[in-house]
């Protein structure tokens, strides 16, 4: 019983919440001299301090080189719980400090349209309204995984895949083909579906769960592989491409909506459109236990402000 007790007590000398926000500090700043700088400590108190830690954790968290650091799968889940823990610390001291209110840094991963055509005009508010939390803002069309990307809120367009995920609808939105009138001018605009075959229909370069534009031909739904000139990694680079002059483009409506009411794009094709509708999620994944209250933060203001118009 003496030895046991010696053996707690040397577990409270141990400052593990200290450790771990050095050892983020060397996996975000990318080496030990730079989280050194932002710890006030030397190099090498650094390099110590990781060696300690792997030893008494028993396990291997950096691979070191001479060029670079680069983390085991061990410290790969080490850095994700130790984020996670740190921001739980610093938000249990914000809540008896300073009346609960989020604080920490926030992880959102989304589409650049979505980030562009809705996002943008409310995140001022946001900002306002929590200035204790910062946002980091990572724009993809590409379906990501949350926990290997590091990432608390992603906001997606189409039905889940993953179980894991728990999603909050922001809503639908239709869809509709565009060209500018120069576009149009120059190739004519199509009237049926074998008119698309001269024109340039830009897609996106990445898979998405319709391959193809669907169309409504003699009151069934086909689709047609669309396959252009042009490849594009998201939405809104499509778009800008369309603005453009370069070809057709299928896209989310609320994306296109003030270049159609400004003249810069046109609808084509409204009698073939089978009026399906893309619907967007703010997805997090499930951990089985309560959110961080800067996470939840940003679903709420996403679920209120950041809706499909």
Known sequence: MIYEFKDQMARFDINRSGEMEVFVQVVEQGGFSAAARLCRMTPSAVSKLIARLELRLGTRLLSRSTRRLELTPEGCAFYERAVRILADIAEAENSAGAGERPAGRVRLNTSASYASHVLAPVLPDFLAQYPQITLDIVQTDLVIDLLAERTDVAVRAGPLKSSTLIARKLGDTAMVIVGSPAYLDHAGV?????????????????????????????????????AGRVLASDGEALRRLALGGSGLVRLAAFTVAADIAAGRLVPVLEALNPGDRESFSAVYAGQGGPLPSRVRAVLDFLAERGRIP
């Open 190 to 226: 199509p009237q049926t579906v074998e008119d698309l075959a001269s024109h340039n229909c830009l897609v996106p370069g990445y898979v998405r769960a319709i391959d193809g534009w669907p169309l409504k031909v003699a009151g069934e739904v086909v689709t047609l592989s669309s």
